[in-house]
């Protein structure tokens, strides 16, 4: 029996030193996640530096006012003849009865135009035949369809730009 008697206070005597090996851990471990956690806030807080800001994207061409240096600087001009177009409406049938009128860069440009007219009104016709009436009411539908004629003009165009594009008749009915 004293045999027994020795083997248990053994026993508990292990469990006791291991009790005190697994707590030690258990501080260490916790010790080691509190300062990975702290450093990380420091890293997220202090040091990482924010992403650069994106620019909201605007799908909408952005018109240039032309400043007085260039408005005395006039170019030559083409005129665009009167045509009629229908456009898209839901409620009816509408249409749209322009002449337009072409500020160009310089002289060859202005003998490139009158060359592609047949191109040049082509395209405009197809422009203002894809746009709604709704587009074509407010002064920013009209000022987005004259940047996207210039722009298409401009994309064909080789010896010279167009400069500005300026509506002298313009009926949506």
């Known amino acids: 029996m004293a045999k027994n008697k020795e083997k248990e206070k053994d026993v508990q005597a292990e469990e006791k030193g291991g009790g005190g090996k697994k707590k030690l851990i258990i501080i260490i471990a916790a010790a080691v996640i509190l300062l990975a ?34 408005e005395a600087n006039i170019g030559p001009m083409v005129d665009i003849k009167e045509f009629i177009v229908n456009i898209i409406s839901e409620d009816g049938t509408h249409y749209v009865k322009a002449s337009l009128t072409l500020e160009l860069n310089d002289e060859a440009a202005q003998e490139e135009v009158n060359k592609r007219m047949p191109q040049i009104r082509d395209a405009v016709l197809l422009l203002i035949g894809n746009k709604t009436f709704e587009e074509l009411q407010d002064l920013q539908g009209k000022k987005q369809l004259k940047a996207e004629i210039k722009s298409k003009i401009n994309s064909f165009l080789t010896t010279g730009r167009v400069k500005h594009v300026y509506l002298t008749d313009f009926v949506v009915q």
Do not use: D, I, W
Not at 45 to 54: H, M, N, V
């Open 37 to 70: 956690g702290g450093g990380a806030a420091v890293y997220f807080l202090f040091l990482k530096k924010p992403p650069p800001e994106e620019k909201p994207k605007n799908e909408q061409v952005e018109m240039v006012q032309p400043s007085a240096k260039e």
